[in-house]
């Protein structure tokens, strides 16, 4: 079987190696659909977070096609969306139900391959049944779907503010409809894509600025007011505001932006240090969530999320590539420009 492997910087292989044995308690799963994340761009870009010889792909769905005699609750032939997160179960932060900070975990990647073994899988954790007529391209979106649940659920935003996602990635529009499905009333998305700005506002997002074409900062306290707090005597009013895009100036236009006692969600990773305006942070009290991964429960949540359609992420498929042209694929997922999600195919 195939699996595509880094070895370098913009440098994939795809190896031919054999296929994975099924233990008792494992689960095999020959992989329908893998979308690139992020996180695997910054690998592709940079190295960051991997090593030579590393199997890559994380976001998949499949086709059970071998499950081990302790698995209940799946069986050879089902169609299953994957939660790749692996927790220890009984680490410090395990135990505090944080398993998405597990010091001891693993994961299941290898999605841009034929087949991916799924070790101790348990249904409703790490593999989650489909219906049977739905597609695996939007079971694949259950990954960072998850993400996003988590990030809202962390927040606690007010659903009656207006809220600022910056960065429409596929983690920022998931997290764009996960707001709207929980019946936030102001959307505000930012993006420079145009592309990705005119999917957001599809999906019921209120309003897009673009920081290319406007002075974000000006434009909202124009539209959604100004707030006063102690030496703060002018904020905006926004209520909540989501991170997604690692851009070094959006933390401090954030904290502008935020009225006092606001949660601001951090999603995305920086490519470089930032300088925080901190005494917007201290004078305001706002709260500054960093908000990593997921735990089964948000995985849950999004699964329900995506076979209802109440997130629907079928428009955020931009492009599609088979396996053998996975270079390709990471090319057009690392143009923002044009690409949303880009999912490949064995």
């Known amino acids: 079987m ?21 233990g008792p308690s494992d689960v095999v799963v020959s992989v329908g659909a893998c979308g690139i994340c992020g996180s695997d ?37 089902d169609r299953v969306a994957v939660n790749p997160a692996a927790p220890c179960g009984s680490c410090p932060r395990c135990a505090e139900g944080r398993h998405n900070l597990c010091s001891a975990g693993s994961g299941h990647s290898g999605g841009f391959g034929d087949q991916v073994v799924v070790r101790d899988a348990v249904v409703g954790q790490h593999l989650f049944v489909l219906p049977a007529d739905f597609p695996l391209e939007e079971a694949a979106f259950l990954e960072p779907l998850s993400v996003a649940v988590r990030a809202v659920e962390h927040a606690e935003p007010p659903l009656d503010e207006p809220i600022v996602v910056f960065g429409l990635g596929t983690i920022g529009q998931c997290v764009v409809q996960v707001l709207l499905a929980r019946g936030a009333r102001d959307v505000i998305v930012v993006d420079t894509s145009p592309r990705r700005l005119a999917a957001a506002l599809a999906a019921g997002a209120h309003e897009g600025l673009n920081p290319a074409d406007s002075d974000v900062r000006a434009s909202l306290f124009a539209s959604r007011g100004t707030t006063a707090s102690p030496y703060q005597p002018s904020s905006g009013a926004v209520g909540a505001v989501f991170e997604c895009s690692g851009a070094a100036p959006v933390l401090p236009l954030a904290f502008s932006l935020a009225r006092a006692a606001a949660p601001i969600s951090a999603i995305a990773l920086a490519a470089h240090p930032l300088s925080l305006p901190v005494d917007d942070l201290v004078q305001k009290e706002l709260r500054l969530l960093g908000s990593f991964a997921y735990t089964a429960r948000d995985c849950q949540e999004a699964f329900d999320l995506l076979v209802s359609r109440r997130v629907d992420v079928r428009p955020l498929i931009s492009h599609r590539f088979a396996l053998a042209d996975i270079k390709a694929a990471f090319e057009a997922q690392r143009d923002p420009a044009t690409s949303i999600k880009v999912v490949v195919s064995p």
């Open 2 to 22: 195939r699996v595509v492997t880094w070895q370098a910087i913009e440098t994939l292989s795809i190896d031919e190696v054999a296929a994975p044995g099924c």
């Open 41 to 77: 761009v910054h690998s592709y870009t940079e190295g960051a977070w991997i090593a030579p010889g590393v199997p890559l792909g994380h976001e998949y769905a499949g086709t059970v096609t071998a499950a081990g005699a302790r698995v209940s609750g799946v069986s050879v032939g």
